[in-house]
């Protein structure tokens, strides 16, 4: 059964400061690995999605990377803004029939 | 080209009582997803359909949570009788015939409260 894991659950950080966070699963039989934003009260909006072939995605001031052989995939974000502060969620696919497995989110705080 | 749709977005409730939601995936995704994401935590997956079969249903409480999916189209996620723990927000998605490259669609959610 595949479980992820985020770490850290909450980060609050200073406006512009470069930040990375965690995401890690327990089987390493993944074949998408992407993450998500949450703004409260909101939907998923879909940020970088990593096929099992590629290492990383890259979308403005996103990075996010895939390390198969270890269970971990980060997102590292540069030059943070207020406007970044939300859930960030991260799922893998895995399974013949294509099942989605989401973490337990980090809820990222930047500070003017 | 049209998103997921789910209706209704709110629903307040009280316990015992019943709610059914409604989920319109994208046109021609042979995949539709339910999940329950409770206050604070990440989404879990409830029931997958591919096409009109059940692939996971391993996490719906069969005895108060009902799913069907319509000719492989439209999907109702019922819950009968409601308990103050199922407030939360249901979140339908969908997706194209299984394969590496088939991202997941979501809906808006909608959101329950049970009083």
């Known amino acids: 059964k595949q479980e992820v894991t985020q770490i850290p659950a909450a980060l609050s950080v200073p406006e512009g400061e470069n930040l990375v966070l965690n995401c890690s699963f327990t089987?390493?039989?993944?074949?998408?690995l992407q993450w998500f934003r949450q703004d409260p009260g909101k939907g998923l909006t879909s940020l970088l999605l990593?096929?099992?072939?590629?290492r990383e995605q890259t979308s403005g001031r996103l990075n996010a990377s895939l390390d198969k052989s270890s269970g971990r995939s980060t997102l590292y974000i540069a030059a943070s803004q207020p406007g970044d502060s939300a859930t960030y969620l991260c799922?893998?696919?895995?399974?013949?029939?294509?099942?989605?497995?989401f973490g337990t989110g980090t809820k990222l705080q930047v500070i003017p | 080209e049209a998103g997921v749709a789910q209706s209704p977005r709110y629903k307040i409730i009280e316990k015992r009582q019943s709610v059914a939601f409604w989920c319109n995936p994208i046109?021609?995704?042979?995949?539709l997803y339910w999940y329950q994401q409770i206050l604070g935590q990440g989404p879990k997956l409830l029931i997958q359909?591919?096409?009109?079969?059940?692939?996971?249903d391993s996490q719906l409480p069969k005895d108060r949570f009902s799913a069907e999916r319509l000719k492989g189209v439209d999907s109702t996620l019922k819950i009968q009788p409601a308990k103050l723990e199922d407030s939360a927000v249901y979140l339908c998605?969908?997706?194209?015939?299984?394969?590496?490259?088939?991202?997941?669609?979501f809906g808006e959610g909608s959101w329950l409260t049970v009083v």
């Open positions: 998605a969908s997706s194209p015939v299984q394969g590496s490259r088939n991202t997941i669609y």
């Open positions: 089987d390493s039989a993944i074949y998408n």
């Open positions: 990593i096929q099992s072939s590629q």
């Open positions: 799922a893998a696919y895995s399974g013949g029939y294509q099942k989605v497995t």
């Open positions: 046109s021609g995704h042979a995949t």
């Open positions: 359909f591919q096409n009109n079969g059940v692939v996971d």
